[in-house]
């Protein structure tokens, strides 16, 4: 497998289960902990797999994603706090 990139081979292949304790933040949104959402691009409920390039830093995948679930359920909460 090269790089869509830089055509490196070095890809490191990550593979990994937990049990939904995984943990995540995107900008100003607060760490939430629980099951891993599939719209990340990183894999999804109890799994995270991509590929991550180890010389141009690159993950593997479909990038830019669309706003999230999570992002989308933020600003809502945002707009319903405002309301208040």
Sequence with gaps: MKCKHCQSTRILE??????????????NYGCEDGYLPDDFGIGGGDYIDFSLCLDCGKVDGEFPLPVTEYELNQVNEDDQHEDD
């Design 14 to 27: 990550v593979s990994s289960k937990a049990s939904d304790l995984h943990s995540w933040s995107i900008g």
